[in-house]
């Protein structure tokens, strides 16, 4: 069982950038799939990125493409997301997530690429407590 721990959020302008760390406990990172996601008020969660286990395939929302990424850093066993170029829809509680029944690239990519946001967050382990982000 994992735990994750969120950090980084914070008010900033329109166009700026941001990083958010997810610090993971109890399991290896570069064992486990993790995702972000992020739910503004009256509005479903949704995915934003994910990473498979190890860090070197990763996949996003259409809406943050080429504006997001998510790294990780094995040896700190931490996740990040790097976010430029915000917008106020981006405006929202930002969670880690680790997933279950990971176990290969092309069930990650049929995930997010062909999964409607209520079955990702089914898939999903572990909740970190969430960070705010406030974009204006």
């Known amino acids: 069982h994992v735990q994750l721990v969120e950090s980084g959020g914070r008010s900033v302008q329109v166009g700026g950038s941001l990083t958010l760390t997810c610090s993971a406990s109890g399991k290896a990172v570069d064992n486990v799939c993790l995702a972000w996601f992020r739910q503004a008020p009256g509005s479903q969660r949704e995915g934003v990125a994910a990473?498979?286990?190890?860090?070197?395939?990763?996949f996003y929302a259409d809406s943050v493409k080429g504006r997001f990424t998510t790294s990780q850093d094995n040896n700190k066993n931490t996740v990040y997301l790097q976010m430029n170029s915000l917008k106020p829809e981006d405006t929202a509680m930002y969670y880690c997530a680790a997933l279950r029944d990971c176990y290969s690239r092309a069930w990650l990519t049929s995930l997010w690429k062909d999964a409607n946001e209520t079955t990702k967050t089914w898939f999903v382990a572990s909740w970190g407590q969430g960070t705010q982000v406030t974009v204006s």
């Open positions: 990473v498979y286990r190890g860090g070197d395939s990763t």
